[in-house]
């Protein structure tokens, strides 16, 4: 079994940051990639940033130059900078290992304006 549990988000004024963890347990071997997904009050689960075993991280358009993620072992991070209202939602940690997925509980940001 694995586990993802998130950790880091709250209430936060536009324009600060926060950064957001997740450590994985459990039956680890192959990671093939990591990543944080986020879902606001529309249905759609939508990428926010990944980063593979050693290889790129990518981003996505709207969070470019503002966000950063990282990883050391099995824990990543989001720094989350120059937060904007529309930045909030639910944000779900999210690892394909051995060509499976694991998701995280998910932990709630709030901006306000």
């Known amino acids: 079994q694995v586990q993802l549990v998130e950790s880091g988000g709250g209430l936060v004024q536009a324009g600060g940051s926060l950064r957001l963890s997740c450590a994985m347990s459990?039956?680890?071997?192959?990671?093939?990639?990591m990543g944080w997904y986020r879902q606001g009050p529309g249905p759609q689960r939508e990428l926010v940033a990944t980063?593979?075993?050693?290889?790129p991280t990518n981003y996505a358009d709207s969070v470019k130059d503002r966000f950063i993620i990282s990883r050391n072992k099995n824990t990543v991070y989001l720094q989350m900078n120059s937060l904007e209202p529309e930045d909030t939602a639910v944000y779900y940690c999210?690892?394909?290992?051995?060509?499976?997925?694991?998701w995280g509980q998910g932990t709630q940001v709030t901006v306000s304006s």
């Open positions: 999210h690892a394909l290992i051995l060509y499976m997925n694991y």
């Open positions: 459990g039956s680890i071997s192959s990671i093939n990639r």
């Open positions: 980063i593979t075993t050693g290889g």
